[in-house]
Protein backbone atom coordinates (compact mmCIF):
# COMPACT_ATOMS: atom_id res chain seq x y z
CA UNK A 1 0.00 0.00 0.00
CA UNK A 2 1.25 3.35 -0.42
CA UNK A 3 3.14 5.42 1.77
CA UNK A 4 1.54 8.71 3.62
CA UNK A 5 -2.28 6.96 3.99
CA UNK A 6 -4.83 9.38 5.12
CA UNK A 7 -7.19 8.71 7.33
CA UNK A 8 -10.62 9.48 7.41
CA UNK A 9 -11.10 9.60 3.81
CA UNK A 10 -13.44 11.77 4.47
CA UNK A 11 -15.01 14.20 7.16
CA UNK A 12 -17.54 16.43 7.87
CA UNK A 13 -18.27 18.94 10.64
CA UNK A 14 -19.81 21.84 11.66
CA UNK A 15 -18.24 25.17 11.42
CA UNK A 16 -16.48 26.00 14.33
CA UNK A 17 -15.61 22.22 15.32
CA UNK A 18 -12.41 21.33 15.02
CA UNK A 19 -11.05 18.66 11.99
CA UNK A 20 -8.19 16.11 12.86
CA UNK A 21 -6.86 13.91 9.97
CA UNK A 22 -3.97 11.54 10.42
CA UNK A 23 -1.56 10.14 8.12
CA UNK A 24 0.59 7.21 8.58
CA UNK A 25 3.69 6.27 6.78
CA UNK A 26 6.04 3.39 6.12
CA UNK A 27 10.01 4.52 5.68
CA UNK A 28 12.26 6.99 7.35
CA UNK A 29 11.51 9.84 6.73
CA UNK A 30 13.47 13.73 6.13
CA UNK A 31 10.15 15.54 6.60
CA UNK A 32 6.06 15.46 6.14
CA UNK A 33 4.35 18.08 4.67
CA UNK A 34 0.61 18.68 4.50
CA UNK A 35 -1.06 19.92 1.62
CA UNK A 36 -4.73 21.41 0.73
CA UNK A 37 -6.29 20.90 -2.63
CA UNK A 38 -9.04 23.22 -3.15
CA UNK A 39 -11.85 21.43 -5.94
CA UNK A 40 -9.76 20.76 -9.16
CA UNK A 41 -6.93 23.09 -8.40
CA UNK A 42 -3.38 22.59 -7.13
CA UNK A 43 -2.02 22.03 -4.33
CA UNK A 44 -1.24 24.22 -1.67
CA UNK A 45 1.54 23.78 0.94
CA UNK A 46 0.16 24.46 4.52
CA UNK A 47 3.35 23.06 6.84
CA UNK A 48 6.29 20.93 7.39
CA UNK A 49 7.44 18.99 9.88
CA UNK A 50 10.80 17.91 10.20
CA UNK A 51 11.61 13.97 11.33
CA UNK A 52 13.34 15.62 14.80
CA UNK A 53 10.17 17.49 15.28
CA UNK A 54 7.79 16.50 17.07
CA UNK A 55 4.77 19.69 16.88
CA UNK A 56 4.27 22.54 14.64
CA UNK A 57 1.78 25.31 14.76
CA UNK A 58 0.90 27.89 12.14
CA UNK A 59 -2.42 29.87 12.81
CA UNK A 60 -5.20 27.31 13.47
CA UNK A 61 -3.07 24.44 12.01
CA UNK A 62 -1.26 22.08 14.60
CA UNK A 63 0.86 19.10 13.21
CA UNK A 64 2.34 16.42 15.23
CA UNK A 65 4.56 14.15 14.15
CA UNK A 66 5.30 10.43 15.76
CA UNK A 67 8.41 8.67 14.34
CA UNK A 68 8.42 5.39 16.25
CA UNK A 69 4.49 4.93 14.77
CA UNK A 70 5.36 6.56 11.55
CA UNK A 71 2.05 8.57 11.79
CA UNK A 72 1.26 12.60 11.61
CA UNK A 73 -1.84 14.38 12.48
CA UNK A 74 -3.28 17.71 11.18
CA UNK A 75 -5.69 19.50 13.37
CA UNK A 76 -7.38 22.09 11.84
CA UNK A 77 -9.07 24.32 15.29
CA UNK A 78 -12.52 26.51 14.75
CA UNK A 79 -13.28 24.98 11.37
CA UNK A 80 -14.63 27.57 8.41
CA UNK A 81 -16.84 26.95 5.38
CA UNK A 82 -13.59 27.79 3.52
CA UNK A 83 -11.45 25.30 5.22
CA UNK A 84 -13.28 22.60 2.55
CA UNK A 85 -10.81 21.38 0.54
CA UNK A 86 -9.02 17.64 0.27
CA UNK A 87 -6.32 17.40 2.64
CA UNK A 88 -2.70 15.62 1.52
CA UNK A 89 0.23 13.95 3.36
CA UNK A 90 3.31 14.00 1.45
CA UNK A 91 6.63 12.43 2.82
CA UNK A 92 10.23 12.89 1.86
CA UNK A 93 12.32 9.03 2.40
CA UNK A 94 15.70 9.55 3.41
CA UNK A 95 17.88 9.66 0.64
CA UNK A 96 15.20 9.77 -2.52
CA UNK A 97 14.33 13.31 -4.17
CA UNK A 98 9.99 11.33 -4.22
CA UNK A 99 7.78 13.35 -2.26
CA UNK A 100 4.92 10.66 -1.65
CA UNK A 101 1.61 11.94 -1.24
CA UNK A 102 -1.21 10.30 0.61
CA UNK A 103 -4.66 9.45 -1.15
CA UNK A 104 -5.92 12.73 0.60
CA UNK A 105 -8.83 13.59 3.46
CA UNK A 106 -12.15 15.31 2.19
CA UNK A 107 -13.09 17.77 4.49
CA UNK A 108 -16.44 19.30 4.37
CA UNK A 109 -17.31 21.77 6.86
CA UNK A 110 -21.23 23.22 7.20
CA UNK A 111 -21.56 26.37 7.64
CA UNK B 1 5.12 34.54 -4.07
CA UNK B 2 6.39 31.21 -6.47
CA UNK B 3 4.01 31.20 -9.16
CA UNK B 4 3.59 27.96 -11.03
CA UNK B 5 1.65 28.45 -14.45
CA UNK B 6 0.23 26.16 -16.88
CA UNK B 7 -0.44 26.32 -19.97
CA UNK B 8 -4.10 25.34 -20.14
CA UNK B 9 -6.89 24.28 -17.19
CA UNK B 10 -8.62 21.92 -19.83
CA UNK B 11 -7.45 20.17 -22.69
CA UNK B 12 -9.51 17.93 -25.35
CA UNK B 13 -7.74 15.84 -27.39
CA UNK B 14 -8.81 12.29 -29.47
CA UNK B 15 -6.78 8.97 -29.01
CA UNK B 16 -3.48 9.03 -30.95
CA UNK B 17 -2.95 12.41 -30.67
CA UNK B 18 0.38 14.13 -29.49
CA UNK B 19 -0.15 16.39 -26.68
CA UNK B 20 2.24 18.88 -24.84
CA UNK B 21 1.30 20.53 -21.34
CA UNK B 22 3.94 23.28 -20.18
CA UNK B 23 4.82 24.28 -16.95
CA UNK B 24 6.28 27.33 -15.97
CA UNK B 25 7.54 29.01 -12.69
CA UNK B 26 9.20 32.04 -12.16
CA UNK B 27 11.20 31.51 -8.70
CA UNK B 28 14.61 29.51 -10.42
CA UNK B 29 13.78 26.56 -8.48
CA UNK B 30 15.95 23.78 -9.80
CA UNK B 31 13.75 20.95 -9.68
CA UNK B 32 10.45 20.41 -11.46
CA UNK B 33 8.09 17.68 -11.04
CA UNK B 34 5.22 16.28 -12.81
CA UNK B 35 2.33 14.09 -11.60
CA UNK B 36 -0.95 12.48 -12.57
CA UNK B 37 -4.00 12.67 -9.66
CA UNK B 38 -6.75 9.95 -10.32
CA UNK B 39 -9.50 9.31 -8.00
CA UNK B 40 -8.62 6.56 -5.25
CA UNK B 41 -4.94 6.88 -6.39
CA UNK B 42 -3.39 10.30 -5.61
CA UNK B 43 -0.41 11.73 -6.68
CA UNK B 44 1.75 10.03 -8.95
CA UNK B 45 4.88 11.32 -10.07
CA UNK B 46 5.44 11.02 -13.84
CA UNK B 47 8.72 12.36 -14.09
CA UNK B 48 11.27 14.65 -12.57
CA UNK B 49 13.80 17.31 -13.68
CA UNK B 50 16.23 18.20 -11.35
CA UNK B 51 18.26 20.60 -13.65
CA UNK B 52 18.22 21.84 -17.26
CA UNK B 53 18.03 19.02 -20.09
CA UNK B 54 18.47 16.24 -16.72
CA UNK B 55 15.27 14.06 -16.12
CA UNK B 56 14.85 11.09 -14.33
CA UNK B 57 11.61 8.54 -14.12
CA UNK B 58 9.14 8.58 -11.43
CA UNK B 59 6.80 5.75 -11.24
CA UNK B 60 4.44 5.59 -13.97
CA UNK B 61 6.88 7.38 -17.19
CA UNK B 62 5.17 4.87 -19.77
CA UNK B 63 3.36 6.64 -22.28
CA UNK B 64 5.01 10.00 -21.41
CA UNK B 65 8.05 11.78 -22.07
CA UNK B 66 9.37 15.25 -20.95
CA UNK B 67 11.52 18.35 -22.17
CA UNK B 68 13.26 21.00 -19.84
CA UNK B 69 15.44 23.00 -22.39
CA UNK B 70 15.28 26.25 -20.26
CA UNK B 71 15.01 26.15 -16.07
CA UNK B 72 11.92 28.06 -15.63
CA UNK B 73 10.10 25.51 -18.41
CA UNK B 74 9.40 21.87 -18.14
CA UNK B 75 7.07 20.14 -20.67
CA UNK B 76 5.20 16.82 -20.58
CA UNK B 77 4.88 14.91 -23.85
CA UNK B 78 2.07 12.47 -24.40
CA UNK B 79 3.42 10.78 -27.93
CA UNK B 80 0.48 8.99 -28.53
CA UNK B 81 -2.16 10.22 -26.23
CA UNK B 82 -4.96 7.07 -25.15
CA UNK B 83 -8.27 7.37 -23.32
CA UNK B 84 -6.33 5.89 -19.63
CA UNK B 85 -4.32 9.09 -19.63
CA UNK B 86 -7.57 11.00 -19.38
CA UNK B 87 -6.47 12.55 -15.31
CA UNK B 88 -5.72 15.63 -13.61
CA UNK B 89 -1.78 16.84 -14.29
CA UNK B 90 -0.27 18.55 -12.04
CA UNK B 91 3.20 20.40 -12.01
CA UNK B 92 5.15 21.34 -9.48
CA UNK B 93 8.53 23.12 -8.72
CA UNK B 94 10.82 23.10 -5.18
CA UNK B 95 14.14 24.64 -4.40
CA UNK B 96 15.61 21.42 -3.18
CA UNK B 97 14.50 17.89 -2.36
CA UNK B 98 12.53 15.96 -0.11
CA UNK B 99 14.86 13.55 1.20
CA UNK B 100 17.94 14.62 0.10
CA UNK B 101 18.04 18.65 1.83
CA UNK B 102 14.86 18.79 3.34
CA UNK B 103 13.67 22.33 2.97
CA UNK B 104 11.06 21.29 0.60
CA UNK B 105 8.25 22.60 -0.27
CA UNK B 106 6.64 21.48 -3.00
CA UNK B 107 4.86 24.73 -5.49
CA UNK B 108 1.66 23.51 -7.46
CA UNK B 109 0.67 24.59 -10.46
CA UNK B 110 -3.60 24.96 -11.00
CA UNK B 111 -3.51 21.80 -12.93
CA UNK B 112 -4.44 20.93 -15.98
CA UNK B 113 -7.23 18.69 -16.68
CA UNK B 114 -6.88 16.32 -19.86
CA UNK B 115 -9.60 14.59 -21.61
CA UNK B 116 -8.55 12.15 -24.46
CA UNK B 117 -11.87 10.98 -26.24
Known amino acids: SQQGEEDPQALSIQEGENATMNCSYK?????LQWYRQNSGRGLVHLIL?????REKHSGRLRVTLDTSKKSSSLLITASRAADTASYFC???????????FGTGTRLKVLA | DVKVTQSSRYLVKRTGEKVFLECVQD?????MFWYRQDPGLGLRLIYF???????EKGDIPEGYSVSREKKERFSLILESASTNQTSMYLC????????????????FGPGTRLTVL
Open chain 2, 27 to 31: MDHEN
Open chain 1, 49 to 53: IRSNE
Open chain 1, 27 to 31: TSINN
Open chain 2, 92 to 107: ASSLGLAGLRGTDTQY
Open chain 1, 90 to 100: ATGPLGTYKYI
Open chain 2, 49 to 55: SYDVKMK
